[in-house]
């Protein structure tokens, strides 16, 4: 032990495009305020660089699963989401991290929270932040998740074993309905202008709108459209606005406040060439949409995995702001290639309309991920009052 500090086991873990600090629920203290303060201790918040933490000193790296046994009869484990701000105290649970959802298997493998069986092991992780469940399925051998595969996925270096993650069971994960105004688009006004967006709930709630609304082509790296004021400010009006619409909250100006993680917001333009923002050519012909998206008032430099399965149904669906610029021969096919600024991501949807009613058969795609580190972090308790 050392003077001064509390030790805590954790693990560091890729989840996809993603990087996080897995911890057990019984390791930290009950009571949320409390949790809190370790958990941004842990991470180095609030501080840009997170330097006196493990956070990574971007969006895509400070975040946190937390894991506890099953809270519900058809789960293996729960799976507590939080994304860790940067510059501010803050922890927010309002929405899922699908990256990180896919290490979660492993995870639970790895420390014994769930049987094993071979070659392959699904983990029906219940999502604690909406409610839902998403059903993983890990490749195992000799009793642990195998790590290497044939699997490659833009945003991470080299190849891994595939992960499946099915997210059918997300619809409607934090509004109660997949289609939160009950329209496949809706109109959202906005500095004088009337823009067209699709809104949708699955496993994380997401506004569409067209690049060409915005005068832009969609293929602008994050640099780009962050570095354009006048746009970035518009879309998060839209955004506001989409939020009060669904009831996320009160008053759209103080959504970034009181709901600054969801709803995403997402630009959809037709396939096209272009370039990644790490400088890699990506062949119009190899996607079926190119799509961009904000969360936390950022550009994410790949494509959260909640946002590739909505993406992958709102395409499907006519009515919808994505329908017209999708590939027209994709809206037969089981798979959907989705260009965004790291370069392509996959995924499997089967929609189908019966009697006016939307049913999502399957809401599929792949990850990899790993095991980084296991060991214990250090928080002061000179920081934390009483724990």
């Known amino acids: 032990m050392y003077p001064g500090m509390n030790m805590i086991r954790c693990s560091i873990m890729r989840g996809g495009t993603s990087k996080g600090i ?3 629920a019984h390791d930290l203290p009950s009571d949320r305020d409390q949790q809190d303060k370790v958990i941004l201790q842990i991470f180095g918040t609030p501080d840009i660089r997170q330097i006196d933490g493990l956070g990574g000193g971007d969006l895509l790296t400070s975040k946190c699963a937390i894991i506890g046994p099953p809270s519900r009869p ?5 799976y507590t989401f939080a994304q860790v701000a940067l510059d501010e105290a803050s922890v927010n649970r309002k929405g899922n991290c699908g990256n990180i959802a896919a290490a979660v298997g492993p995870f639970a493998i790895h420390h014994g929270l769930v049987p094993v069986t071979e070659p392959v092991t699904t983990v029906r992780i219940h999502l604690t932040n909406s ?4 059903t993983a399925e890990i490749p195992v051998s000799e009793g642990e998740a195998v790590v290497d595969g044939e699997l490659h996925i833009d945003g ?15 619809q409607g994960a934090f509004t109660g309905k997949m289609l939160p105004t009950g329209n496949l688009s809706d109109v959202i006004e906005a500095r004088g202008r009337n823009y067209r967006v699709s809104i949708f709930d699955v496993g994380n709630p997401l506004v569409f709108i067209q690049a060409a609304e915005l005068n832009l082509t969609g293929l602008e790296t994050p640099k780009m459209l962050e570095a354009n004021k006048e746009v970035m400010d518009l879309l ?4 506001g606005k989409a939020a009060e619409k669904i009831g996320m909250v009160k008053h759209w100006q103080s959504s970034v406040q009181e709901s600054g993680y969801v709803p995403f917001i997402a630009l959809v333009s037709p396939p096209a060439s272009y370039q990644t923002f790490d400088g890699k050519h ?6 079926d949409i190119v799509s961009r998206l904000l969360f936390m008032q950022q550009v994410h430099k790949s494509y959260p995995v909640t946002s590739t399965v909505t993406l992958a149904i709102a395409a499907k669906l006519p009515g919808t702001v994505v329908s017209p610029v999708v590939r027209p021969e994709t809206k037969q096919n089981l798979d959907i290639r989705i260009g965004h600024p790291a370069g392509i991501i996959p ?14 058969r399957k809401a599929a795609m792949y990850r990899t991920a790993r095991l980084i580190m296991d060991g214990y972090v250090y928080v002061r308790q000179s920081q934390l009052g009483r724990v």
Do not use: H
């Not at 991470?156 to 997300?170: E, H, N, Q, S």
């Not at 998060?236 to 955004?239: D, P, S, V």
């Open 22 to 24: 897995f911890l057990m």
């Open 74 to 78: 058809d789960a293996d484990v729960d």
């Open 131 to 134: 409610n839902n469940i998403v």
């Open 156 to 170: 991470v270096p080299g190849f891994g074993a595939r992960i499946t993650l099915d997210w059918k069971d997300g």
């Open 236 to 239: 998060e009006e839209i955004r």
């Open 282 to 287: 990506v062949d119009g012909q190899d996607v």
């Open 347 to 360: 995924a499997e949807s089967i929609v189908d309309i019966e009697k006016d009613s939307i049913i999502v």
